[in-house]
């Protein structure tokens, strides 16, 4: 199998699964417990959020562990609009969000929160001129994501955090997808809230965690005991929060090397592709990217077939579309860049990752070289 | 009480989302290709404005019986895998027969698609009716004269 979708999920890096097992054996311990194999659990807690917070340059209490990057999205989003609602009912986003972000925001919406979506360039990139206009004296909130997931398009952050900090608006970003694949600092970028995910750097799924900058307000929307300094409430998965520790931290210290090669690993593949084959469109090249991600759109086929077509021969890439229940569930990332509904129907996302080689781009490229002329010669387009 | 003999076992292979049999029209699609306008007793251009799929269909008649079918389609597998059995179906049909055809007759055939699949077989049935709805009118008007 050659897997292409790392910025779908990622298979447990090996170390990760050693440091989580004795937390699932012998160390079971809930970490609110008085006896020994409490305080170790609780011990080990506090452990993995120092290792989190030295990864992207926050203090330890600044870390509130999740379960995951929609989790921490609702978070950030819910738990600031609600704490400050006697202050301003307006929030700022942008076209291109995670389905855990606009989602969330429609939702808000049905409760008379006022949403303005940012709109983005040909090249996937919100304009922070376009934050600046959109601010009015109720704006609370600004919640833009550091790379898109589709594209690998890395968002102007340090520009709209500057500008939400200079008038006091509260900054999110959702950083699942630049996190392990760019050098993140939190004290650098200006902002507030941070959502991490853990299964997309080889740990868990199920884990992650939200960045909250000392003082920011907060209102929580999971209640209970008193878990994550009152923000978080439920009995912590340590296991998981071990792994996903573990696993940052690996993701931080090979992440200048890897970076490097994913990227040469990704211009192979964008360079085979352009040259061996007619018709086809890579998204966002013209902007920066995280180095894994290539959107590639292929002319007057379908993703979907493209797909079934690798599939079939053990590569595993995803589409921005998929057409359901007769309806095209368009990517709203690429329709927001301006490109054609029928191209968008086309575009493939290839995300490369740790155990790809050269040699597995090589093999793609051949797939797509056969695949695309087979489906061209089907296609009526 | 519970019940241990209704408890689900675990999967013994890989799920596959479609079916072989639709694999195989996928990855060998029957009647693909394009007829010249002489050739084409009756032409159709279908599209499905919702998911954005379109395909072009040509029928060759002869006494009344469709002795060829030609298509082609820019869709998804599951546009393209029925639209390939509704050829199968169709080709040696008479008109009366083939305007009976239809999108629950490809899904029979295959022995069923996944559930939010079914549409797509909507795609190639329609093409036919409107290629053999085509292949009428040029009969009544070439009657006229």
Known sequence: MIYLDHNATTPVHPQVVNKMIPYLKQNFGNPSSFYRIGREAKAVLENSRRKVALCIGADADEIVFTSGGTESDNLAIRGVVRALKNRGNHMISSSIEHHAVLQTCFA???????????????????????????????????????????????????????????????????????????????????????????????????????????????????TGGHHEHDLRAGTENIAG?????????????????????????????????????????????????????????????????????????????????ACTTGSSDSSHVLLSMGIAQQVTQGTLRFSLGKENSAEDIDITIEALVEITEKLREISSL | MYDKTKAPVEPERPILFYNETVIDHFTKPRNVGEMSEEEADGFSLTGDPECGDQMKLWIKVESDKIVDIKFKSFGCPGAIATSSMMTVLAKGKTIEKAIQLSDDDVIEAFGGIPEYKKHCSLLGTNALHAAIRDYQQKQKSSKKK
Not at chain 1, 113 to 132: A, C, F, K, W
Not at chain 1, 243 to 262: D, K, N, P, Q, V
């Open chain 1, 108 to 222: 808000l919406e049905k409760d008379d929160v006022r949403i303005t979506y940012l709109p983005v360039d040909s090249e996937g990139m919100v304009n922070p001129d376009d934050v600046l206009k959109s601010i009015t004296p109720q704006t609370v909130l600004i919640s833009v994501m550091y790379a898109n997931n589709e594209t690998g398009v890395i968002q102007p952050i340090k520009k709209i955090g500057t500008i939400a900090r200079e008038r006091n608006i509260v900054f999110h970003t959702d950083a699942v997808q630049a996190v392990g694949k760019i050098p993140v600092n939190v004290s650098e970028i200006n902002v507030d809230l941070m959502s991490i995910s853990g299964h997309k750097i080889y740990g868990p799924k199920g884990t992650g965690a939200l960045y909250i900058r000392k003082g920011t307000p907060m209102i929580p929307v999971l």
């Open chain 1, 241 to 321: 929060v071990v792994g996903f520790a573990e696993a940052l931290t690996l993701a931080t210290e090979s992440l200048e090397h890897e970076s490097r090669r994913l990227e040469s690993l990704r211009d192979r593949l964008e360079e085979g592709v352009k040259q061996r084959i007619e018709a086809v469109q890579i998204n966002g090249r013209n902007a920066l990217r995280v180095p894994n991600t290539t959107s590639i759109s292929f002319m007057s086929i379908e993703a979907e077939s493209i797909l079934l077509h690798l599939d079939l021969k053990g590569i595993c890439a995803s589409s921005g579309s």
